[in-house]
């Protein structure tokens, strides 16, 4: 039955021209994915019928063919399918034995701007065939290990930062694949060095936080650079890893976290102490998990450029500021800057218990020292003046240059 499926699957994908198809069925009050071809979705994933869009497709509020997610009024509505990246959806109920039992969807991160009543009745000839199918075999196969959407979007959703996505990412890499440990890494290609900056440990093997090891000597490397992401016998395949050794990896999975422009900033693993099969189709989870990892990387790394160009301009604002009102010899405030400081003084002084008064120093004769010897000998005349003026003058006052010669505080 599972081959038929499976079989039929792979035709409504090509048919369609669509990235992924799977079956969706309803068991207590929960939407199961029982059979996936595509990168997008895996088998065992789990979720509140009520929450998924199967539920809307079968219910009839959402139509068979939907080419843009953003433009149907419905789908537009929720959040968790633009953080999955999810752009076209097709989609007819499963009826076996009477009843709607699940759904049969197609999905795809490009738009179906082509698809057509044609696509639309071979869906429906595929539903109804997998749904002859299911009807023969009443009792569906036990899932593998599930991977919870619903925990899935809980932690997007509430991940402000890195490590408020990441943690809830590796118990779900753990949840799936039963590997010990779960970790996700950074490269510094300037060393070049992989680090781990987060890591969950829950069996044997221990990834500690923080370790670091020379980029050519790490397992992702050699996993990457092989196309080689799942490998349940280290020791024999990658024996001449020190890191691989010391740490006891015997099983290892891992995939690339990816920037926009393609370039490798990390990866997110999963690790073993014993050789351990684990199903190829749980590497389509970890990418999908990878790309998030990727886009909050990104985000934050958006917001240290925004912040750092921010203040990059306060400061630009700040020198602007002193040149426009400060005098360039003494320092002190100018005549438009004392206005500016007036101002302020005078709207925040309280009638009837402050006051506030404005006093002047005259320095006689100052005007021919500084023309006739400059000004280099000028300041050092008018630095005696300011020391105790500033000596004496209080942290809510403030002196500002009248004149060549005259000064206000």
Known sequence: M??????????????????????????????????????????????????????????????????????DAVLAARSDLPLLGLRSIAGVPLRARGQVVGTLCCLSQESG????????????????????????????????????????????????????????????IRQVTQLDSAFLSLVDWDVPQQRVLFALNEGELT?????????????????????????????????????????????????????????????????????QEVDPRHVASMEMFARLVAGQLESEAARRAELARMAAIEERMGRLRD?????????????????????????E????????????IDLNEFKPINDTHGHAVGVGVTEPDLTITEVLHRADEEMYRVKADRRAA
Not at 149 to 171: C, F, I, K, N, T
């Open 2 to 71: 599972s081959e038929r499926i499976t079989r039929a699957l792979d035709v409504v994908v090509e048919a369609l021209h669509m990235e992924a198809a799977f079956v969706g069925e309803f068991r207590d009050g929960r939407r199961v994915v029982t059979h996936a071809v595509g990168p997008l979705v895996e088998v065992g994933m789990s979720q509140p019928a009520e929450e998924t869009v199967c539920h809307l497709i079968a219910s009839g509020e959402v139509g068979p063919l939907v080419p843009d997610t953003a433009d």
């Open 323 to 347: 040149l426009a009102e400060r005098d360039q010899l003494t320092g002190l405030l100018n005549r438009g800057g004392i206005q500016g400081w007036l101002a302020t003084a005078l709207n």
């Open 113 to 172: 701007a082509l698809l057509n009543e044609r696509d639309a009745a071979t869906l429906q000839a595929v539903g109804g065939y997998i749904g002859e199918i299911l009807e023969e075999a009443p009792e569906a196969s036990a899932a593998p290990r599930q991977v919870d959407l619903l925990q899935l979007s809980a932690a997007v959703a509430a991940g402000h930062d890195l490590e408020g996505m990441a943690r809830p990412l590796l118990h779900l």
């Open 349 to 360: 002084l309280r009638p009837g218990t402050e006051q506030l008064a404005v006093a002047f």
């Open 207 to 275: 990834i500690p936080e923080g370790i670091s090891a020379p980029w050519s000597d790490t397992l992702c490397r050699r996993a990457l650079d092989e196309g080689r992401p799942l490998t349940t016998n280290v020791p024999e395949v990658w024996g001449d890893s020190q890191a691989a050794r010391m740490l006891g990896i015997v099983t290892y999975l891992t995939v690339p976290v990816v920037d926009s422009t393609g370039s490798v900033i990390g990866t997110l693993c999963g690790a073993g102490h014993r050789e």
